[in-house]
C-alpha cells in the first residue's frame, strides 16, 4: 500500500470562534484546511494541511468555464465524553469517488483522505461545538485547475477539506416545513448528473428554490424530468412517505444521489421490521393518498439536516397538509436515534460510527 507523508502546517494566528449557542450554517470556518494536488502524468502529490486560506487561482482554470467540480457533506459530533466521531465517513468517499467518476476527475485514494481528515480534526478539534444540536460540518471538494479553454477532463485538480462549526440546517429544526411541489423545472435527468454530487445540480435548482421562497415555502419537491410526475428529491435531500402503515422512498433511478442518511434510515426502519419499499411514486398517488386520509408522514432525510417533517405540499394551487402539519411519531424516532447514534447517546448496531483518536497512529506521519 502507498505511503503518505501528510505534512501539517499550524496557523501562526487563531481565529476569534463564534459562540457555540448561535452557530448559523456555513458561515464560519475553522483555522486550518488539508489540500492535495493532482497532476496528470505524477497522480495525487504533495497533501498537506495549511492554514484557512483563500485560493489563488488563474482565470482560465477549467472549473469556472466548464464546472468540473465535486463536493461531499459529513459531520464530526463531540460526545458527552468528550470523543469525537465521524458517521459512515468511508461511504461520503465512496460517494466522492463515484462522482469523481461521472465527472472524469481521478479517483482520490480513499484511505488517505480519511486519515487526512481525521488529521485536520484532531488539529482544529477545540473548534467542534458542543451546544445542543451543533457539529462540526466536513466538506470535502475537488476542482479542475488546469488553465485551458478547450472542452476536455482537466490535468490538473486540487481536492480540499474545510470544516464549519454549525448549528441547525433549517431553523424550523426539526419542526415541520413546506414544501412546493415543482412543475416548470427539473433538477436532473436520468443519464445527466443527478446521482452525482456536483455543483452545476445545486446551481441549477436555484430559481425553482428562489420562486418557492417568496411564495413562503422552505424547498421545492422535485419531479422526474422525462413525465413530471413521479417524485424523486425534496430541495437537497431525498424524501420519504409514510402510507397506510407502510414507509415508501423513490427507488435510485440515476437521477436521484444516493443519500448516506437515506440509506441508513432504510437500514434503521428495516431493523425495527417496519415495512419500507423502494419504488416509483407519483405525485398523484401522493395526492390521493392525502385525500383518503392515509398520508401519514413525509419526511426528507440528508447530511445537514438529518431529518426534516414536511408538515405541508403546495400542489396545483390546493395546500395539502400532513398529520396536522405536526411532526409524526415515526420521524420523531428516526431523528433521535440517528442524531443519538451520531452523538454516542445511543447503541449503535450497525458500527456506523467511527470514533476520531487523538493521536492518529496510522501509516502517515506529521510534519511540523
Known sequence: M???KIEINLSSSRKQKPSFDSLEFGKNFTDHMFIVDYTRGIGWH?????????????????VFHYGQTVFEGLKAYLTQEEEVLLFRPEKNMERLNRSNDRLCIPQIDEDLALSALKQLINVDREWIPNAPGTSLYIRPFVIATEPYLGVAPSGRYKFII????????????????KIAVERQYVRAAIGGTGNAKTAGN??????AQEVAEKAGYSQVLWLDSKENHYIEEVGSMNIF???????????????ILEGVTRDSIIQLLKHW??????????????????KDGILE???????AAVISPVGEFFWQNEKLVVNGG???????????TLTGIQLGTVPDPFGWTVKVEQQEGSKYTHNR
Open 2 to 4: 502507498t505511503e503518505y
Open 46 to 62: 504533495d497533501p498537506r494541511i495549511v492554514p484557512y486560506q483563500p485560493l489563488t487561482l488563474d482565470p482560465a482554470c477549467m
Open 162 to 177: 474545510i470544516l464549519s462549526p454549525v448549528g441547525a440546517y433549517y431553523k424550523e429544526g426539526i419542526n415541520p416545513v
Open 202 to 207: 445545486y446551481a441549477g435548482s436555484l430559481k
Open 241 to 255: 412517505f409514510k402510507i397506510n402503515g407502510e414507509v415508501v422512498t423513490p427507488a435510485l433511478n440515476g437521477s
Open 273 to 290: 421490521n417496519v415495512p419500507v419499499t423502494e419504488r416509483k411514486i407519483s405525485i398523484d398517488e401522493i395526492y390521493q393518498a392525502q
Open 297 to 303: 408522514e413525509v419526511f426528507g432525510t440528508g447530511t
Open 326 to 336: 405536526k411532526t409524526g411519531e415515526l420521524s420523531k424516532k428516526l431523528y433521535d
